[in-house]
């Protein structure tokens, strides 16, 4: 199989067209993987790209594509859903497209600008806009011109951005540069630092195209490829590119260019794109039959225009609260006085199956006794409350464990929380309705939904308190190196469950 990582690659041939053979006077990238990720023969390069841009169905889109995340294995595996991207920016012309890929080959601890005159295919020469490298790699320091991870080895070279060009030449009208991008750092701060240079370059274009390539999970069995997939899926089509980071980096997740795909994400909120649109989904399995180790890939398209803010949290039964709250006191009980953790029967089907963020607050005679989360969807909702329920009573490092003589005293709320939404303009942050995290390099904080309400803040107290909550000073939402973000959740105690009954 012609995997994320390459497959077996059939020798190293490059093909003789004017551009490579132009390598003594211009720097121009051969290309490296061209009989073996695709067909080396034009004339087969172009009927296979023609053939799957027919067969791919023409996304409905009403706007401008500005960004799009393609696949990047080999063509008679991923290539039918690439094509879904491409065909969404058919006959379209942008003077420039910028291309960012992983790399597969070459270790680099930075973002790598391709610093040459070109990059070549069956095809031909595409030119690479080296005023705009220049410019890109001079706005942080992360981010350099240079050959590494871009260069011909003789046993692999790197393919995640040299097979997304044929699909260009033959998908857009006329002619255009590239800035080709490999990313070696995968963390959050990598991508937040390429997708902000990018916005500020680009705030005053309308002519450029944004492409992340990426495949997804790997290796998996069919159904546990598909689970994990769909999740990353949907916290892509939710714009919420800080749980794609970190599930990412986490390893709850996969995609090999995850880092690319957040960056896209990030540079393109900043230009006023919406949420990314999801145009396909397929795997391996779905190719070639064998499902027992596969490989995901997907097609996005990024619209220009603002998305709606329909930030909403999970929308639980009240059988479903009170099966969550039954979990968490059983967890803590459990935990307190067998130092166990407890076991709850795996739900049937329904929205505790769904990986969902969650908070766990429990008081005694109404104070506060503990409170822990984990913000990030990583597991199933019902063992999210169970685990985070035993932390609350245990491992709150602001209170001594709980005691098992208090645990007839103790009351429990549940926060299920809503995606996280990019806060591009505090004055949409809304007391009652929103909570807030803080992230500065490597740290965070968070508060409620509920925190501002009970200690009666307004807005810009909130903000001050998300801050010194993480640490830092009062006014260290304004620093530039910090982002904040809101989530919604829905909230239940007890207490709202037994009125309920009655």
């Known amino acids: 199989m012609k995997n994320c990582l390459g497959g077996v690659l059939i020798g190293l041939l490059l093909v003789a067209s004017p551009c490579c053979q132009s390598a003594e006077q211009s720097k121009n990238r051969p290309a490296a993987v061209a009989g073996s990720f695709y067909p080396a023969d034009p004339a087969q390069l172009i009927a296979f790209i023609d053939s799957a841009l027919a067969r791919a169905d023409a996304p409905n889109i009403d706007g401008t594509v500005i960004g799009l995340v393609a696949p990047h294995a080999g063509y008679s595996f991923s290539g039918g859903v690439a094509a879904y991207s491409y065909a969404a920016v058919k006959g379209k012309h942008f003077k420039r497209v910028v291309i960012i890929g992983p790399t597969h080959v070459e270790p680099i601890g930075f973002t790598s600008v391709y610093d040459g005159d070109s990059y070549c295919t069956p095809l031909g020469k595409v030119e690479v806009d080296r005023e705009f490298a220049r410019k890109l790699a001079h706005l942080d320091p ?241 063992q999210t409350v169970r685990d985070v329920a035993a932390l609350a009573a245990l491992r709150d490092p602001r209170f001594s464990p709980v005691r098992e003589s208090e645990l007839k005293d103790l009351q429990y709320e549940i926060s299920v929380l809503s995606p996280m939404q990019h806060v591009l303009d505090t004055s949409t942050i809304k007391i009652g309705e929103h909570g807030l995290l803080i992230r500065k390099g490597s740290r965070e904080g968070l508060l409620l939904p509920q925190v501002p309400v009970e200690q009666r803040w307004d807005r810009a107290t909130f903000l001050q308190e998300v801050s010194l909550k993480a640490g830092f000073p009062g006014e260290a939402w304004r620093d530039e190196d910090a982002d904040l973000f809101t989530f919604t959740a829905t909230v239940f105690s007890d207490r709202d469950v037994s009125a309920a009954k009655r």
Request: with cysteine; proline share 4%.
């Open 142 to 382: 992360s981010i350099r011109l240079s050959s590494t991870g871009h260069a011909i080895h003789k046993q692999q070279s790197e393919h995640s951005l040299e097979v997304q060009l044929p699909f260009l030449q033959r998908a857009l009208s006329g002619e255009f540069k590239i800035v080709p991008i490999v990313m070696g750092e995968q963390s959050y701060e990598s991508s937040r630092a390429l997708g902000l240079a990018l916005e500020k370059l680009l705030r005053k274009d309308n002519d450029t195209l944004l492409v992340a390539s990426s495949d997804l999970s790997h290796y998996h069995k069919y159904d546990d490829a598909g689970r994990k997939d769909r999740n990353l899926l949907n916290a892509i089509t939710q714009n919420d590119f800080l749980t794609v980071s970190r599930n990412l980096d986490i390893g709850v997740w996969e995609a090999c260019g995850g880092a690319p795909i957040v960056a896209v994400m990030i540079a393109t909120q900043h230009l006023g794109g919406s949420a990314p649109r999801l145009l396909k989904y397929a795997n391996s399995g779905d190719v070639t039959g064998d499902k027992s180790r596969v490989v995901g890939y997907a097609a996005f398209a990024i619209i220009k225009g603002r998305p709606k803010n329909d930030q909403k949290a999970s929308a639980l039964s009240d059988q479903d609260k009170a099966e969550l709250l039954r979990i968490a006191r059983a967890s803590v009980e459990s935990a307190v006085r067998d130092h166990k953790v407890y076991e709850p029967a795996v739900p049937a089907t329904g929205i505790l199956l769904q990986e969902r963020g969650a908070f766990v607050t429990l008081r005694e005679k109404g104070e506060l006794r503990g409170c822990i989360g984990y913000t990030s969807p990583i597991y199933p909702l019902y």
